[in-house]
């Protein structure tokens, strides 16, 4: 069975830092594209970021490039979201994904997800 | 980027009732287009990919069609346990996009 658990999540101040983790079991984490959603409280899903299989190919939206880095340790099964210069409009439940796969398209659709953690960023 | 809309943002209907949503998209984005189903307070769910190939493990009621930028998820027969928010979300391109969400209510 797929678990995905997500931690790290917290109250931090504006231009503050934090990192999310997600430990991965259940398959095969090198063989998968791996991404983070957020959701901020009451809204919809916003895709943060995707990370490629080996780790090198990194992808992140808009309103969080420059300021957040995905990265995987495959030999931890884990994925992280280190997140840099925080502002109030990234308080938002943070999901864990798995992709369907490891290549375009199946790498960019969001087959399993943790339950998530909440980051909070307010003074 | 490409913009995700749906229509209608919300829905009234009943157990039973044949629910068809929409989602647009503002460009081309061929067939690859996903569906997710989020019931309040949990984690989002794949229900569709690649427009219309179902989950494993989703129920056959599910189904979705369309191509370009136009798409639909249709729910033949509408259960107790679909009751939730359903998004779509193009993988043509980066940033990836998610619609703004379709409420499914009694």
């Known amino acids: 069975e797929v678990q995905l658990l997500e931690s790290g999540g917290g109250l931090v101040q504006p231009g503050g830092s934090l990192r999310l983790s997600c430990a991965a079991s259940?398959?095969?984490?090198?063989?998968?594209?791996m991404g983070w959603v957020r959701q901020a409280p009451g809204k919809g899903l916003e895709w943060v970021s995707l990370?490629?299989?080996?780790?090198?190919?990194?992808f992140y939206g808009d309103s969080v490039k420059g300021r957040f880095t995905i990265s995987r340790d495959n030999s931890k099964n884990t994925l992280y979201l280190q997140m840099n210069g925080l502002r109030g409009e990234d308080t938002a439940i943070y999901y864990c994904?798995?992709?369907?796969?490891?290549?375009?398209?199946?790498?960019?659709?969001?087959?399993?997800w943790g339950q998530g953690t909440l980051v909070t960023v307010s003074s | 980027d490409i913009q995700m809309t749906h229509s209608p943002s919300s829905v009234s209907a009943s157990v039973g009732d044949r629910v068809t949503i929409t989602c647009r998209a503002s460009q081309d984005i061929s067939s690859y287009l996903a569906w997710y189903q989020q019931n309040l307070g949990k984690a989002p769910k794949l229900l569709i990919y690649?427009?219309?190939s179902l989950q494993s493990g989703v129920p056959s009621r599910f189904s979705g069609s369309g191509s370009g930028t136009d798409f639909t998820l249709t729910i033949s027969s509408l259960q107790p346990e679909d009751f939730a928010t359903y998004y779509c979300q193009q993988a043509n391109s980066f940033p990836l996009t998610f619609g703004g969400g379709t409420k499914v209510e009694i």
């Open positions: 690649a427009t219309s």
């Open positions: 990370v490629g299989t080996s780790g090198s190919d990194t």
């Open positions: 994904a798995k992709s369907h796969g490891a290549n375009f398209p199946g790498s960019r659709y969001f087959q399993q």
């Open positions: 259940g398959f095969t984490f090198s063989s998968y594209a």
